[in-house]
């Protein structure tokens, strides 16, 4: 059959009509569309049962701006000519379609080739894959794994009969409905079933429609792939990533700079400092200090050493841990160097921050260690085992 | 003008009886309605074109509700007047 019925064609079948000759069925039809445009003209409404209503609807004129030369003009007022299908035509045209209904959408389903507000990443990226382009012939058959087969049976009984009619277009229908296949991949489940079913009767109706709206769709549905596969692999390597850097936070300490040397000393040396505090008489202190050699694993050696310095550095202890710093917040404005106590050197392992417990009896005045020793110290996180420091004597200010 | 009054007037004009113009009319319909379920496109000449097109699912807000709709795919029926009538009723 032709695709396009024109006035003859209506003519003639007219004609096929009992008791009508090709010349009624000639005056019939001219006069039928001659009659609604008079009809139009005089009451600009036209109802013709079983097919439609047409009606003259005025459109006020209008300015605009002529685009090459940026001038204004007027775009007068006319008549539209608007026509609104019979129900019953309306149904019978809908009938591939006829059993889709409105559905309320629960939260969180989000589609994105639709006109809507939302515009949310897809749920089901790759649902109908490859496998559905390779079969041509079972694709409309097979492309519904998921629910609602009962939407599919009257698509696929509305198909059979146009599937006749359509023997001749077959490749062009093939290619539409693989096609319109690939279009359904971009959209989700939900919208797959009617899509699907949609593509795949519509489509072989009208080829050149779905051609256009394909083209489109699979770039689409590349560009959602490929964001997808970038996904897939950025999660694991920040994941990765993540925990190398708590692996190296953990072995690693003197990485960070951020309270690392607290930390390393915290759990030992916290509870012997708040000795340190309560305690005042001088053998507490010394013996406290012991105390504190002796929970630093890397330095035996000083203990011999600590008890001399011990006892002049009573005060500065008492003073420092008085200040009440919890031992964890790095200190360099309260105090004032007055002078230097003594040199000390650092030994294997030790951090500023042993350093300043040792002379200080808390971790965190070891900001004036570095202040007093500024061209030994030029890294406070690494400070060398051999290094000379001066001890400042330090006041609280 | 509604569809009985259509009928008369054309039955005037052919000058045949009303049942029988009616029964043209409603056959001719039928003829037009089958081509557009199989073809997509009636053209007559001088007058416009009928052509079924399909409107694609679309999602749509129940204002009053703010429940979400999906609206199935359906097809539709669409007349495009010829230039023809579209100057005459300029």
């Known amino acids: ?397 | 003008m509604n569809s009985k009054e259509f009928t008369i007037e054309l039955s005037r004009r052919i000058e045949r009886s009303t049942k029988e113009t009616s029964e043209m009319t409603s056959y001719l319909l039928g003829k037009i309605a089958q081509h557009l379920q199989d073809d997509d496109i009636v053209a007559v000449q001088s007058f416009g074109t009928f052509e079924v097109k399909k409107k694609a699912e679309r999602i749509s807000v129940n204002p009053t509700t703010k429940k979400r709709m999906l609206i199935p795919p359906k097809l539709v029926l669409n007349f495009r007047p010829s230039s023809l009538l579209k100057d005459k009723f300029k």
């Open chain 1, 1 to 397: 059959m032709d695709e396009r019925l024109n006035q003859q064609h209506l003519i003639d079948l007219l004609a096929e009509m009992d008791g009508v000759s090709k010349k009624d069925a000639d005056i019939f039809v001219r006069e039928f569309f001659h009659l609604i445009e008079d009809a139009l003209e005089k009451d600009g409404i036209v109802k013709v049962k079983g097919l439609g209503t047409f009606k003259l609807v005025s459109v006020e004129s209008r300015e605009s701006v002529n685009i090459n030369t940026g001038e204004r003009f007027t775009i007068d007022g006319y008549n539209k000519i608007s026509f609104t299908p019979d129900i019953s035509l309306r149904e019978l045209i809908n009938k591939p379609f006829e059993h889709f209904e409105a559905v309320e959408l629960n939260d969180g389903v989000e589609f994105n080739d639709i006109d809507t507000d939302d515009e949310l990443p897809q749920e089901h990226p790759l649902v109908l894959d490859e496998t559905e382009l390779n079969s041509d012939d079972n694709i409309i058959a097979d492309e519904e794994p998921l629910s609602e087969v009962e939407q599919t049976q009257p698509i696929i009984q509305g198909e059979d009969k146009a599937g006749e009619v359509v023997a001749e277009n077959h490749e062009t229908v093939i290619d539409a409905v693989v096609a319109a296949i690939t279009n359904a991949e971009v959209l989700p489940i939900e919208e797959e079933v009617s899509d699907n079913a949609d593509e795949s009767s519509p489509a072989l109706l009208k080829d050149e429609d779905q051609q256009v709206e394909l083209d489109k769709s699979i770039p689409v549905r590349h560009e959602q792939q490929n964001r997808l596969y970038k996904y897939l692999i950025l999660v694991p390597i920040f994941v990765l990533i993540v925990c190398i850097g708590i692996i190296s936070y953990l072995y690693f300490p003197e990485l960070f700079e951020l309270k690392s040397k607290d930390i390393l000393i915290e759990d030992k040396v916290i509870v012997v400092g708040k000795e340190a505090i309560e305690k005042a008489s001088p053998e507490s202190i010394i013996a406290d200090s012991n105390l504190v050699l002796i929970a630093d694993i890397d330095s035996p050696v000083i203990a011999v050493t600590a008890p001399v310095e011990s006892i002049p550095q009573k005060e500065p202890i008492k003073k420092t841990t008085e200040v009440g710093e919890d031992g964890t917040q790095p200190d360099s404005i309260n105090y004032k160097i007055v002078g230097t106590k003594t040199t000390y050197t650092v030994k294997p392992g030790e951090t500023l921050t042993r350093v300043a417990l040792r002379f200080y009896g808390t971790k965190n005045l070891w900001p004036y260690i570095v202040k007093h020793n500024p061209n030994k110290i030029k890294n406070p996180n690494n400070v060398p085992s051999g290094t000379v420091l001066k001890i400042p004597e330090i006041t609280k200010k």
